[in-house]
């Protein structure tokens, strides 16, 4: 165990939580902390500076986010270790949370800095309270990994969770995620999608994972979403891992949703990995048979 306590004479860290659509979920807190602070870091300045214009605050801001540089972080601790506060914030919604800041955090923690985190909107907290789903146990898994292969590696690490799970996705990439959700925990299991939570276009979709496909295989997926997935529940069988259900009984499926042979096909080759002329040949000899 190292000693962290934070040295008086430094300036403190806060981690400011902003709005994730709606701007009147800003707390009183968060705005005092940012017209305080000597400094914003801020994962896209441009969009800070909109907020903070809002709310009529002229706190100098400097760019923080995923690519910032080891000398970035280091001119961030010196500012802090010399006295001055600096607030945190992401585009939208909690900072550190698949957003950066968490290696930040930890190096001022190292340097015996002060953090504070000033909470307030986060899309996962939203998304699981509205869901209708379990709430007592509940696991975040934030985005997928992008490549097929580690996707379905992680998902069939969770094939058998019995939390609720929570997903992050972008609108175009929620049909494919719903499908290879699907494969992993079963068509019939419930869930949600939270979509564009706080703003005018807010919805919610809840029922089985099939009925959810279905719903967004009718309505193009707009803007952010959060999935929300109920957990196994006891003596529930699951299939093994994604790879244990067939390209056939997906195709099954998708038909059975009252896909075209055409988009069945582009959907499985998109889940399984085929070329999408063999998923449209495997189609057609099912639909033969
Ligand atoms: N740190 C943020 C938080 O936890 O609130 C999340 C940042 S992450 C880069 C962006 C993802 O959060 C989106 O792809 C979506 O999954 C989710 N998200 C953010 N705002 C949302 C909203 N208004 N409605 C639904 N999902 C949202």
Redesign the pocket.
Known sequence: MSDTTPTPSVGTLFLV?TP??NLEDITARALRVLREVSLVAAEDTRVTRKLLAHFDIHTPLTAYHEYSTDAKENALLARLLHGDSVALV??????????PGAELVAVAIRNGVRVEPIPG????I??VIGSGLPTGRWTFEG?LPRPKSDRRERLGEIARESRTMI????PHRLKETLTDLQKTFGPDRPACV??????KF?EWVRGSLTEISAHFDANEPR????IVVSGRTEGEVVPDAPDAVSPESLICAALERGLTPKDAAREVAAATGMSRNDAYTLVQSLRGA
């Open positions: 939580a994730i659509g992401s585009d939208a919604g909690t900072p550190a949370i698949s957003d909107a986060c899309a996962v939203a998304a985005f997903f992050y996705e972008g939270a979509r564009e939570v706080t703003k807010e803007g952010e979403c959060v």
